[in-house]
């Protein structure tokens, strides 16, 4: 069994988190999307996600390709996803290049080495959070 492994906030689900989603299952058997903590996001973003943690894990619970959603770590950095499950792939989306440097950097040291496949965004002139939030004020 093949096991991806992505990352994310998903913060109110849109086509371009679901075409991410959909192409990262094609990778493998069984998917689990890691979501960012509101903590971890203030860190990263410098703000809250407009959805609460319950609400965006819900949504993605609700995709059909999402086998496992898991809590990913409030402290940047700590990558505790790991401790308990080795991916064989992870999916990194087309903006995520400081997420793709930094969990590369944490294998370095560790016998197993995850493939890292690219996902290409869906209409990114459309379907980016942050353009999605700024449009609806």
Not at 49 to 68: F, Y
Not at 72 to 90: H, K, L, M, Y
């Amino acid at each position: 069994m093949t096991k991806v492994l992505a990352f994310g906030v998903f913060d109110g689900l849109h086509e371009g988190h679901k075409f991410f989603v959909k192409e990262a299952k094609k990778l493998g058997d069984h998917l689990t999307v890691v979501i960012t903590p509101d903590e971890a996001v203030k860190s990263l973003k410098n703000k809250i996600p407009g959805l609460g943690l319950k609400d965006r894990t819900e949504h993605l619970k609700k995709i059909d390709q999402v086998d496992e959603v898991v809590l990913g770590d409030s402290q940047i950095g700590r990558w505790a996803v790991f401790e308990n499950f080795t991916p064989d792939i992870i999916a990194i989306g087309y903006d995520q290049d400081a997420l793709e440097v930094a969990v590369k950097k944490y294998f370095e040291k560790k016998e197993i080495k995850p493939k890292f496949v690219r996902i290409n965004g869906f209409r990114t002139d459309t379907y980016k959070t942050s353009l999605i939030q700024k449009q609806n004020g």
